[in-house]
Each structure stands twice: as C-alpha cells, then as structure tokens.
C-alpha cells in the first residue's frame, strides 16, 4: 500500500482530527493574511477621508477665495467711491506759478493753453485720471460789494483710451451758479434767484453747506463764461486731476509722466487726501487678503488634524496586530503539535504493524509530514480567501473590482496573499515535526510487545 494512499485513509478514518487541524491552519493563515488586509483597508479608508476632505477644503477656499475676491472688490469699489468724495487731489499748474498765492490767497495767476487738457486727455497717461480745466481768480463782486474767488469750470474731459468713467463734479451749466457758504449767507441768496455777476445775470442752482475752506468764498460757474468775463479766453490756470492707484513714490512718477506731455508745468499733490486714498486702498487689500489666509491656515488645519487623527488609528491598529499576529500563529502551532502528538498516541498500535509488515521510518515519518502538507495547503488556501474577505468587510471596504485593485496595489498584501498558501504547508508540517519524528523512531517489537 503507498504511503499517499494512507495517508488519505488516515484523514477519512479519523476526520474529527483532520478537522480541528485543518480549522488551525485556517484560523492562523486567515489572522496573517486578515490584518494584513485590515490594515490595507484601513489605509485606503484613510486615503478616501483625506482625499475627500482635501477636496472639501479646497472647495471651500476655492468658493472663499470667490468671496473674498467679490468682497474685496465691492469693499476696494466701496472705498474708492468713499474717497472719490475727498475730491481731486492732483493739480498741474504753469511751471512758473508762485505757489505761495495759490496757498495764500487760494488763487492763480500764470496762464497755460486751454489745449493742453485736450493734449493730456488725447495721450497714454496712466498715472491720473479725471482731467477737469479750470480759471480762478479773486475778485471784487461789484453787484454785491464783497470779495469773490471766481472758479470757472468745465465738464470734466474723458482720457481717450479709458473705459469712460462717472465725474467727481457735475458741469456747471451756462448761465448758472455754485454758491459758496460764506457768500450765500451774507448775501441771503436761495436757489433759483437771479444775481448779476461782472454785469452778467446768472440763475443760483446750488448753494454749499460750509466746508471751512476757500470753497466757502467761491462761486462756482461755466469755464467759457469765466473766460470771457475774467478776459482770459483760450488759456486756463490749472488742469485738476484725480491720481490712480499707483504704488512707489507716486507723485514722481506723476511729474515724470506728465512733463513728458506738457512741457513747462509743474505738478502737485494734495498730500492728505491722497495719503487717506492710498491708505484706505492698501488697508481694503489688506483685509481681503487676510480673510482668505484665514480661510487657508483653517483648512490646512483641518487637514492636519485629520492626518494626524488617521495616523495614530493606523499605529495602534499596527500595533495591536503585530501583537496578535504573532500569538496566534503560536497558539495554532502549538494547538497543532498537540492534535499531532494524539494522533501518534492514537496510532501506537498501527504504527507497530506498519513497521512490522515493512514500512520504514521515513515512510512513516512521510505520512505524518504529507498530511501535514496536505492540511497546510489546504488551510492556506481556505484561510487566505477567509483573511481577504475578512479584512476587507471589518474594513469598512464594499467588494468591487476597484477595491480589489486598490487592496493588492501594495506589495505587502499581494506578497502575503501569494506565500501564505505556499508557507501554510511548511508551517503544518514544522508543528507536526516532532509527533512525526518520535513516531518514525518507535520500535516496533515495543509498540507491539506494549499492545
């Protein structure tokens, strides 16, 4: 009788320990390959969180940074039409002006072509916009009898090559007037009453509240007016201007810009508002731009703590399993040297006889180790199945073909999952060495003189 054919005797006719051998291996090849899979599943898990939580975040600043950007614009939009009301703060004037009349007296008197404004409209500039000629000039209202600055103006002239932009002043229409606080209360004028100014009639259309200024001594009326009624037709004595948002030394890349486009002027800022202009710009900027790093640092946060949250899961689940493992594998190996040591002990009789009809030691030492191989490869195989599915259901994962692509991506389980079955056998028949080896050794006159 061959020794394979036994060997499948000795499993049918005693099946209950074939079967709780059988169950060992299972059990110990389903622990390794089980939390090998768990903790691949576990990484995946984390891997979907974090990739889910990165596209939260990132969706969230994405739609803060449109806020932000919507906020800081209506808030850059909101101050800059806040500012605008601080008036022109830019003045070109002739480049021989005393200045000292203009900061005395609040009026000038050098002259420059009236073309010029035109000239500037017409080129490149980019340092100043809203470009608005005017004529000043103190006189004695001889109608009334009081001292007047007469500021003729016109409608303020669009640079050509800029979207067209909403005037800080409104024209003066022909054959109106402004009133400044000062003149309209001494006088005790009111909207609508017709006045004579230099022996032109005039209609009163606004009348200033004080501004505490020479604005409050001013009458305000059409440029071509002025001209003609100050005898200074064609010339003007000064271009107001607003400047843009320019960064650096403004005021020097204004001069340079605009002495390159009209020669022989002197340009001047209005230091105050122009500081509060930039300022307020700089500090709307400066808010939109901290609310989206706050928006940032948060979600970065997050992401950290989730990472970090994740990472110490995996380490103790690491950890456990390194500790579980192990023990298990003990446990089944020593549970199987135990089922193999009653076997033999089982077997004393039949062992006897196997010898005595001529069987020797290795041939009984090779049905022991072949059923041990035989449990082993098979355990492998049952529990490398179990382990996969195991792991992959406590992991929180649904079978799928992505998931099993996802699962054995990594060579540590691809790895476990192709040896377990191979070194299930080894690991059998290691456990069953020693039973084996003492049964092969038996004599067989004291097995069967014992019997």
């Keep these: 009788m061959s020794v394979w054919r036994l060997v499948l005797r000795e499993m049918k006719h005693r099946k209950s320990n074939f079967v709780l051998s059988l169950l060992s291996v299972t059990v110990a090849i389903a622990c390794l390959v089980g939390a090998q899979t768990l903790l691949r599943s576990d990484e995946i898990q984390t891997e979907t969180i974090l990739s889910a939580k990165q596209t939260e975040i990132e969706s969230a600043i994405t739609t803060r940074e449109?806020?932000?950007?919507?906020?800081?614009?209506?808030?850059?939009?909101?101050?800059?039409k806040d500012m605008l009301k601080l008036g022109f703060n830019v003045l070109i004037v002739p480049e021989n002006q005393d200045l000292s009349e203009l900061h005395l007296n609040g009026t000038l008197t050098e002259t420059m072509p009236e073309s010029y404004v035109d000239k500037l409209a017409g080129s490149s500039i980019v340092t100043v916009n809203h470009l608005l000629p005017s004529v000043?000039?103190?006189?004695?209202?001889?109608?009334?009898?009081?001292?007047?600055i007469i500021h003729g103006t016109r409608g303020e002239v669009p640079i050509m090559h800029r979207a067209g932009k909403k005037p800080?002043?409104?024209?003066?229409?022909?054959?109106?007037?402004?009133?400044?606080?000062q003149v309209h209360s001494k006088l005790g004028l009111k909207a609508e009453d017709k006045v004579t100014l230099l022996g032109k009639e005039f209609t009163v259309k606004t009348l200033h509240p004080e501004r505490g200024s020479t604005d409050d001594v001013t009458v305000w009326i059409d440029l071509a007016e002025a001209q003609q009624l100050l005898g200074m037709e064609n010339v003007i004595n000064?271009?107001?201007?607003?400047?843009?948002?320019?960064?650096?030394?403004?005021?020097?890349q204004i001069r340079e810009e605009i002495a390159g486009i009209l020669p022989g002027t002197n340009v001047i800022e209005k230091h105050s508002q122009a500081l509060t202009r930039a300022e307020s710009r700089a500090k709307a900027k400066i808010v939109a731009e901290d609310a989206l790093k706050a928006e940032q640092q948060a979600g970065q946060e997050a992401l950290t703590r989730e990472t970090n949250s994740r990472a110490e899961i995996q380490n103790r689940r690491a950890g456990l399993v390194g500790i579980l493992v192990p023990l298990v594998l003990i446990g089944c190996a020593l549970?199987?040297?135990?089922?193999?040591?009653?076997?033999?002990?089982?077997?004393?009789?039949?062992?006897?006889?196997?010898?005595?009809?001529?069987?020797?030691?290795?041939?009984?030492?090779?049905?022991?180790?072949?059923?041990?191989?035989?449990?082993?490869?098979?355990?492998?195989?049952?529990?490398?199945?179990l382990g996969v599915l195991i792991g992959i259901e406590f992991g929180g994962l649904s079978p799928s073909a992505e998931t099993w692509q996802r699962i054995f991506e990594t060579g540590a389980v691809l790895t476990t999952v192709i040896l377990a079955p191979l070194l299930a056998p080894v690991f059998s028949a290691i456990?069953?060495?020693?039973?084996?080896?003492?049964?092969?050794?038996?004599?067989?006159?004291?097995?069967?003189?014992?019997e």
Excluded: H
Excluded at 357 to 384: D, E, H, M, P, Y
Excluded at 431 to 450: E, H, N, Y
């Design 168 to 181: 800080l002043l409104d024209a003066v229409p022909p054959g109106t007037m402004v009133v400044g606080y």
């Design 335 to 385: 549970w199987i040297g135990f089922l193999a040591f009653g076997n033999v002990r089982q077997r004393n009789s039949e062992i006897g006889i196997l010898r005595a009809i001529g069987l020797s030691s290795n041939q009984v030492l090779a049905i022991f180790l072949i059923k041990a191989g035989l449990i082993g490869l098979i355990g492998g195989l049952v529990g490398t199945a």
């Design 238 to 252: 000064a271009i107001l201007a607003l400047e843009c948002g320019c960064t650096g030394d403004r005021i020097s």
């Design 136 to 148: 000043t000039k103190r006189v004695k209202w001889p109608e009334k009898e009081i001292d007047v």
């Design 431 to 450: 456990a069953s060495w020693l039973p084996a080896l003492m049964a092969a050794r038996r004599d067989p006159a004291l097995v069967l003189q014992a």
């Design 66 to 80: 449109a806020a932000v950007s919507e906020a800081g614009k209506a808030l850059e939009d909101s101050v800059r």
